[in-house]
Structure formats: C-alpha cells, structure tokens
C-alpha cells in the first residue's frame, strides 16, 4: 500500500501527541482522527497520569471522534496511531466501525492488528478495518525506544 504525503502529515499530527504523553512520563503512544481530509480529535496515552486502564490514545480519541460527530459510529473516519493497537483498542476500532487504520509501529509484544493477532479483520466479525502499516516507522519507533531506554536508566539510577 502506498503511503502518501497526506499520510505522513497525519502521521506528524499523531507523533506530536505521543509527544505530549512523553512530556507526562507515559508511553509515548499518540493517535488522530481524520474524516475528510481533517483532524477531528486527538488522543495521547494518558495510563498513569489518569489511573484508568483505559486511557489509551485510541479510545480517547474515539471518544472525542463520536462526541464531535454525535453519533458512536465513526463510518468515513481514518485512524493514524503511532504504536499498533492492543486487543482493548482493536476491538474499539471494530465496535466505531473506522473504515482504516494507519500504523506507524508495530507492537510484536502486544500488537492486535497483525502482530500477535489481527482482530480487525475476523471475517465473521460484522465489520473490519482496512490496515496501513509502517507510516513513518522509523520516527515511530525510535519515539518509544528513546523511551524506554530513559526508563531504563532512570531505573538504574533508582536501585
């Protein structure tokens, strides 16, 4: 699948929100919502600084998509997130009924999008989720790898 100049510039949007979740010591997981050619809500990991399980970029930005629309289905909608999703994620994607996601990383220790399973595509699930992987990887990974390097040695230091 080509990825195309539009692709990236969405891409960067969901890169500067993994940024804000690294400003916050979080996982530096961003993620954007485009419906016709325009972000219509961001969402960046928020786990630790929330206390909630379920602050992960996606469905805080699903949140924030089907409020804007007014309406829980997110039909005509685009995901662009910087790490692939985990199952809780994936299958909030299914549920929206986003038409596709845009990956920039996978996520070979959690990744439900192709990794370890691809839960938005089960053929008798009532809807599936066209997969666009490797936008801007590079960028993406080296994000969470700087991460978790700091992580590491933050821990040392701590011993």
Known sequence: MDINAMDKKFMLKALAQ?????????????????????????????????????????????????KKLGDWRLEGCSMYVTLEPCQMCAGALVQSRIDKVYIGAMNPKAGCAGSLLNLLNVPVFNHQVEICCGVLQEECSELLSSFFKELRESRKRDL
């Open 18 to 66: 993994a940024k804000k979740a690294y400003a916050l010591n979080e996982v530096p997981i961003g993620c954007v919502i485009v419906k016709d050619g325009k972000v219509i809500s961001s969402g960046y990991n928020r786990r630790r600084t929330d206390c909630s399980t379920l602050a992960h970029a996606e469905l805080i930005a699903i949140k924030k998509a089907s």
